[in-house]
């Protein structure tokens, strides 16, 4: 690539041989393969298909892609009601709770016990009628854990609030609604649930995923990460199976935005080692200055492999380990 900013998909159109097929020297002719096989399925290449996009309208970035965004704003609620009515549930404002999902799981609190800071609860919103997620958060030990020398793990989640809020689009997880009472200890998000479990669950016992969802998938995510990009000014950070949800109609959506920034006056560099360590970039390996979009994309293509191989292309005894294989076979 050269040293512009490329846009996701003339990324892939200039460089899907190294960055969707970076196994070349890594001896994996089976994601080569499945690839071809991707290719030939409507006699189109699979590098046409990625770079056969919707075209922008003018406008620049405000321009949306024509798969883009529902118009919808984050309610944000300064107050909390708790009852239960005769049956024994259990309301939260108008939402009530069925049932725990789960400990509340983010990068943001990859080294601690989640578990002490906050559950996912599914619910039902009395008002309109459908099933949201209820992440609930435990704002006093969030703002008493330092994750640096002067930041909070809550200052953390006030960030991927705020990211959150600046998107909206069919194939990005939808946030609905931020209730946060003064008077109460706890912080209420409620987000759209999706149903179909990760693309990671998809993946089972060293299976690859059928080539018909390994092509929709990559496109609903190569869709969603130029809407973080290109219109929301977003670099994600952590794409990985385990952060693409599946819904009931099959659609794939990005999830968890906990280390994602929002990128100052359209610059994406970065000096910081996040990320998932088998999912990292070379430059980022290297503990040099990298271009946000770039890492974003070279993720894509190490999911794209996992779609296509059920394998991590990269893989290591150590962090260490995993990180000279990545630089030195990329």
């Given at each position: 690539?050269?040293?512009?900013?490329?846009?996701?998909?003339?990324?892939?159109?200039?460089?899907?041989?190294?960055?969707?097929?970076?196994?070349?020297?890594?001896?994996?002719?089976?994601?080569?393969?499945?690839?071809?096989?991707?290719?030939?399925?409507?006699?189109?290449?699979?590098?046409?298909?990625?770079?056969?996009?919707?075209?922008?309208?003018?406008?620049?970035?405000?321009?949306?892609?024509?798969?883009?965004?529902?118009?919808?704003?984050?309610?944000?609620?300064?107050?909390?009601?708790?009852?239960?009515?005769?049956?024994?549930?259990?309301?939260?404002?108008?939402?009530?709770?069925?049932?725990?999902?789960?400990?509340?799981?983010?990068?943001?609190?990859?080294?601690?016990?989640?578990?002490?800071?906050?559950?996912?609860?599914?619910?039902?919103?009395?008002i309109l009628h459908k099933s949201v997620a209820?992440?609930?958060?435990?704002?006093?030990?969030?703002?008493?854990?330092?994750?640096?020398?002067?930041?909070?793990?809550?200052?953390?989640?006030?960030?991927?609030?705020?990211?959150?809020?600046?998107?909206?689009?069919?194939?990005?997880?939808?946030?609905?609604?931020?209730?946060?009472?003064?008077?109460?200890?706890?912080?209420?998000i409620i987000m759209e649930f999706i149903s179909?479990?990760?693309?990671?669950?998809?993946?089972?016992?060293?299976?690859?995923?059928?080539?018909?969802?390994?092509?929709?998938?990559?496109?609903?995510?190569?869709?969603?990460?130029?809407?973080?990009?290109?219109?929301?000014?977003?670099?994600?950070?952590?794409?990985?199976?385990?952060?693409?949800?599946?819904?009931?109609?099959?659609?794939?959506?990005?999830?968890?935005?906990?280390?994602?920034?929002?990128?100052?006056?359209?610059?994406?560099?970065?000096?910081?080692?996040?990320?998932?360590?088998?999912?990292?970039?070379?430059?980022?390996?290297?503990?040099?200055?990298?271009?946000?979009?770039?890492?974003?994309?070279?993720?894509?293509?190490?999911?794209?492999?996992?779609?296509?191989?059920?394998?991590?292309?990269?893989?290591?005894?150590?962090?260490?380990?995993?990180?000279?294989?990545?630089?030195?076979?990329e």
């Amino acid at each position: 690539m050269n040293d512009n900013s490329p846009s996701l998909i003339s990324a892939w159109g200039n460089n899907v041989d190294r960055r969707a097929g970076m196994m070349r020297g890594y001896g994996t002719p089976q994601a080569i393969n499945g690839i071809n096989a991707i290719e030939n399925k409507d006699g189109s290449t699979f590098t046409k298909y990625m770079l056969r996009m919707p075209k922008r309208q003018e406008g620049g970035n405000e321009a949306l892609l024509s798969r883009q965004e529902d118009t919808m704003s984050v309610t944000e609620t300064a107050s909390v009601i708790t009852k239960k009515d005769e049956d024994g549930h259990k309301f939260i404002n108008q939402y009530m709770v069925i049932k725990n999902l789960g400990r509340y799981k983010s990068r943001l609190f990859h080294h601690i016990n989640r578990g002490s800071f906050g559950v996912v609860k599914l619910c039902f919103d009395t008002i309109l009628h459908k099933s949201v997620a209820m992440k609930c958060m435990n704002k006093s030990k969030l703002k008493r854990l330092f994750v640096a020398k002067q930041t909070t793990a809550y200052k953390l989640l006030e960030s991927e609030i705020a990211v959150m809020k600046k998107m909206c689009h069919q194939n990005i997880v939808k946030l609905y609604e931020i209730i946060d009472d003064q008077s109460y200890n706890k912080l209420f998000i409620i987000m759209e649930f999706i149903s179909g479990g990760s693309l990671h669950s998809f993946i089972k016992d060293g299976i690859p995923i059928s080539l018909e969802k390994c092509r929709r998938y990559f496109r609903d995510l190569l869709i969603g990460l130029e809407y973080c990009h290109e219109v929301a000014g977003i670099i994600h950070r952590d794409i990985k199976p385990e952060n693409l949800l599946i819904d009931q109609t099959d659609t794939l959506k990005i999830v968890d935005f906990g280390v994602a920034y929002m990128m100052t006056d359209g610059s994406d560099e970065s000096k910081m080692t996040l990320g998932s360590t088998f999912f990292l970039a070379p430059e980022i390996c290297k503990g040099t200055v990298y271009k946000g979009r770039r890492t974003d994309i070279w993720a894509v293509g190490v999911t794209l492999y996992r779609m296509v191989t059920a394998k991590i292309p990269f893989e290591g005894k150590s962090i260490p380990a995993i990180y000279q294989v990545i630089v030195n076979n990329e």
